[in-house]
């Protein structure tokens, strides 16, 4: 009986194909199908309005790269098996199944835990749905032995999650594409081509040194340009100011317009291990998308409240923050800018930090204190990126930039 093949046609990387009956009973999840309603770059289509790709696309973006990454080992003679290729697929694929809308925001307001250990008891659930599929692939996502010979375990957990991961090269590649910031893109079947493994740990063979490095310059170069672009950042930190204000005004006992799914986490203050002790939090969760908070912050703009009637204008209309990024102090700023809102809006002290705040945002393209990328010499040995001679890594990249900023309403 021949095996129906699953074709997707993916504006990034042409025709991809998903051979699998497994990978398919997962794509097919309802938890999987709402990753369709949820922007993969939340608000940056306000500077960069192509951006408007979801977690689905880029999550099957993953999957393709995993396979393309295994097909490479194989034909390399590393060895591994059909179960666990098939295992590393499924864990590329549900690497984010657990963000929410606007994910970020999200967690720092109305959903107190972090979106990968929702990725995780989501996997868990998924499992039981799917009579205990996802086995394997939960034992690579959470870097445990995914063999019972052995055969697997790290490099395939690095190539879902480490600093040169296919989640990476895929977003890298796809918010570029979407953006039409070409600093984003990368040589990723070069990359993939040059991977390797030995004592089961992922490296690159030496004559890939230029394309990771490229890879990691591109990271820093779309950190500032598109993620940490001072626009994006404003209308992000907007968005959780509305956030924090309808959870201030429901946690009051105001009645506030919201979809089932949105007033379920607004007049609830759950944690870990609420979702763990109770599995309708996380069924609650699996309901919400996009649509849930930008309808509801389209009501909220006559909300009586004015504050939050003014920040979802603000939003809606584009009006957004003003933002000052800069390396130096910017307290002298603040106290100014602090003056100038309450005097020409008539903002009450108790409230100005919905309409001027400061913070810190910092961009660590390659993190020397996380599991490092390896490089294989041509003469056997093995060595950390970094101690690459005149490599760029050790020199400039491995550096974490810090930035201070103010926003403000004008």
Known sequence: MSIKVKIVNDPVYGFIRFPEAELM???????FQR??????MGLAH???PGAVHTRLAHSLGACHL???ALDELKAKNITTDKEECLAARLAALLHDIGHGPFSHSLEHTLVGVHHETLSRMMMHRMDKDLGGLLGKAINIFDNADSSPLGAGGKYLHQLVSSQLDVDRMDYLNRDSFYTGVSEGVIGYDRILQMLTVRDNELMVEEKGVYSVEKFIIARRLMYWQVYLHKTVLGAEMLLINILKRAKELAMDGQELFASPALKYFLYKNLTQKDFEENPAHLDEFCKLDDNDVMVSIKVWQT??????????QMLILRKLYKVLLSSESLASILVSKKEQVRKDFGIAEKDIHYFVFEGITSNSTYNINDELIKIETKSGQVKNITEIEDSLVNQTLARAVHKNYICYVQ
């Open 35 to 40: 990753l369709r309603n949820i922007k993969q």
């Open 25 to 31: 009973r997962v794509i097919d999840h309802p938890w």
């Open 303 to 312: 909300h009586d409240d004015k504050i939050l009637s003014r920040l979802c």
């Open 46 to 48: 306000l500077v960069y």
């Open 66 to 68: 995993m396979g393309k």
